[in-house]
């Protein structure tokens, strides 16, 4: 059955991938919930909230209010706490109950910017989808909304990365060690989103010559600058010592040719044998799939239990949606590259190599997580 | 901090000296933020507290989440499973079916059945009209040797009845049916902690020759079961009163509700209830009493002028620990809390006077975001609880939540000591502040 899980963990939902991705763009997102999504997401989600203050809120909504669709309070808080706080822009999301409600966060959003001049935009979270879903829509939304103007493309080559939250890549140096691989490679980095980075970097996305996706909750937004402004984009994450290398070769082609590549689901996982399973955000598990393949020969299959493109995947990957799945996927594999939290359903004759993912295991084994970045992977088969 | 964002430093609305402030609500209700001391228990840590028991949540991905991670947090996830609750299921009429099918997935594959099963709805539930009762009824007739227990995650009506916590309290001890009592047996209810033993609380108790049960203290499910036979429950948290209540009236069984209290007339009113419903004489407590003044003298002796800041995650009544503070000659300067409870009323009104700069200080409001971590230079602070600790940016604070299973004259004195220790000894705040339920395991 479908929708149950008797010991594994669930991935972040779409409120947290929204905070995730607006985090640190000095905005104010505010859920329009109870309770629980806030407590949720600052306790598992987002390693940043002791340290790095951010403007993430909950509207505190009541039986009463929901039921009598009181969205005048919503107005009226969000209204007063942005006179006080003056965030870059206002997000407005929801979680279940706003759904049966049928709250209209978009004419919400509409009315909040009437009332404080300030850029307001609603989305269409329910707390129901993946983190990918939720970050998606905000920086797509982000972007739409203050990415607007063409500059002029910077002189060396440069990149935007499309993608990065602390849901996928922790924060232990993963982001950054990919924007000085990026130097490395002969790029200038111009805007990284949305780990550090600001508004107005996103503000001048449009200067750089080529995209790098980096999570599938990316390819929206780049999607957009590709339609707005011509630029390509490349979907993948350096990870390994030779996969780095391709990853950089298809930048190049990318900036000079305007088409867009996957190097992350160039593969074939379809051929007979066992393969090593690698459950996970599908660009991310792609990469290192491709990675493990060119640096140590040996055959791999993604298993994505999260949104994902058909595109983003190769021939032979599997879509996992539950917990049997999982379990019944692992039995067939040669070894297992997983978070910690698949642990209980891999078979003990599968070798189970642990690998945090905060979207998945939240803070749990956050000081085991490993950064990949163009270095040698630690694991031996 | 602010100052960062617009400019100016200004609390107003998220904090007003106490001579001014409204009871019980001293606050503007508005966006909240979420501050991160995480240290009070929520409905997953409580319901674990049933012995050989299991948790199932059908909730949305996002409600999920939370708990489960709290369970594997605490190490526990072998006692948790989940169901997610997608808007097909309000349309197409599988919401009940859905949560039968998968909770009865999941008991056949686990390894060694519950003796109970926590099974949670959601806000979710209620508003499109969940029929639990029949859910449960099945369940109960396909697995007759388990103990199904209906709770509820709901904190989206947490203003229309009791709170999620309250509820969690209350069903605890759902399982619980009419039967004969044992004779001098009395129930500690609703708490998450052990109470000290050499509270007065206990000693009376014990001094009486009545057997104390409370679920902090049970090893598996048949001592869990035993505390339906109590012949006396015992409340002191506000919390916990309904749990009390609705035992009292399923059970027929008395229920005392004595509430952890700061002000010694009323803690002796407390203990002489409590020695009336056990049929012993009430001790004369002046000496209790006495030696509580006179540790709290040598904790101020201690602490001398450094201003003490209380938080109500540390205790049910933090207003009325400011004024026995205050009274005793210490600093009090600030207590956070966003509303205060009906109890606490005399304790305002004295402390009114007795401190009337005092500053109350909101929790959740939406300027608190920027107000942690000491950024109002706050200086040399003793905190007592987590919200105070982080807030204040200091290292010094005593780390309790819910009274800290301290009770009575000997709880007032214990607590004093806890102040000289963390007045003297420093911790190290992000840590400890942000492992969740105070008291659980954690694998952080």
Known sequence: MKQIARIISIHAADTSGVCSMLYELGGMVVVHDASGCNSTYSTHDEPRWYRQDSMIYISALTEADAILGNDEKLIADVTAAAKDLSPNFIALCGAPVPLLAGTDFPTIAAEIEARTGIPAFGLHTSGMHSYLAGASEALEAVVERFCTEQLPRTDAPSVNIIGATPLDFSVNGTVESMTEWLKKSGFELVSCMAMGCTLDDIRRASAAHVNLVVSSCGIATAELLRERFGMPWVAGVPVGEKFPAVLATALKTAAETGGCALPCAARDASGPGKRLAIPGESIFSGSLARAIELDLGIPCRVLCPLEAEDRLLAPGDLRIFDEDAAAAAFAEASGVIADPMYAPVCPSDVPFHRLPHEAFSGRCYRKESLNLIDRPLPWRF | MLKRINGEDDMT??????????????????????????????????????????????????????????????????????????????????????????????????????????????????????????????????????????????????????????????????????????????????????????????????????????????????????????????????????????????????????????????????????????????????????????????????????????????????????????????????????????????????????????????????????????????????????????????????????????????????LAKRMVEAATHEQDTELVIQHKGLGCRSCL
């Open chain 2, 13 to 414: 609305g998220a904090e007003i000296p106490i001579r001014d402030a409204d009871f019980p609500l001293p606050f503007v209700s508005g966006l909240e933020y979420n501050a991160p001391a995480r240290g009070p228990w929520n409905i997953v840590h409580t319901g674990m507290l049933v012995p050989e028991s299991h948790q199932v949540f059908a909730c949305a991905q996002g409600c999920l989440r939370g708990v489960i991670l709290t369970a594997a947090e605490m190490l526990e996830m072998g006692r948790m499973s989940w169901i997610s609750v997608d808007k097909n299921d309000f349309f197409d009429g599988s919401l009940e079916r859905n949560i039968v099918d998968g909770t009865a997935e999941i008991i056949r594959k686990l390894p060694k059945k519950p003796r109970a099963l926590l099974l949670f709805i959601s806000c979710v539930h209620l508003f499109a009209g969940c029929d639990f009762d029949a859910i449960l009824d099945e369940l109960r007739a396909m697995f007759p040797d388990i103990d199904f227990i209906d709770c509820y995650m709901n904190p989206t009506m947490r203003k229309s009845g009791l709170t999620p916590d309250q509820l969690m309290r209350r069903q605890l001890y759902a399982p619980f049916q009419p039967c004969p009592a044992d004779p001098k047996t009395v129930n500690l209810i609703g708490n998450d902690r052990p109470t000290d033993g050499s509270s007065e609380l206990v000693q009376l108790i014990r001094n009486a020759g009545w057997e104390l049960r409370d679920i902090t203290l049970c090893k598996d499910y048949e001592d869990y079961m035993h505390m339906a036979k109590s012949s006396l429950e015992i409340t002191y948290l506000p919390t916990a009163k309904a749990s009390g209540d609705a035992l009292e009236k399923r059970l027929g069984r008395k229920h005392l509700y004595l509430p952890l209290s700061y002000d010694f007339d009323e803690i002796g009113r407390n203990l002489n209830i409590m020695a009336d419903a056990l049929g012993t004489a009430a001790p004369d407590w002046s000496d209790a009493k006495q030696n509580a003044v006179r540790v709290l003298e040598q904790a101020k002796e201690v602490v001398g002028d450094t201003p003490v800041e209380i938080d109500y995650t540390a205790t049910p009544r933090p207003v009325g620990l400011a004024a026995l503070l205050a009274e005793h000659g210490f600093r009090v300067t600030r207590v956070y809390t966003d509303a205060m409870i009906e109890e606490e009323r005399p304790a305002f009104e004295r402390l009114r006077t007795l401190a009337p700069d005092l500053l109350l200080t909101a929790t959740v409001h939406a300027k608190m975001r920027f107000a942690g971590k000491g950024v109002h230079e706050h200086g040399d602070v003793l905190a007592i609880g987590q919200k105070a600790a982080y807030f204040s940016g200091t290292k010094h604070f005593v780390n309790i939540v819910s009274g800290g299973g301290m009770y009575g004259f000997d709880g007032v004195a214990r």
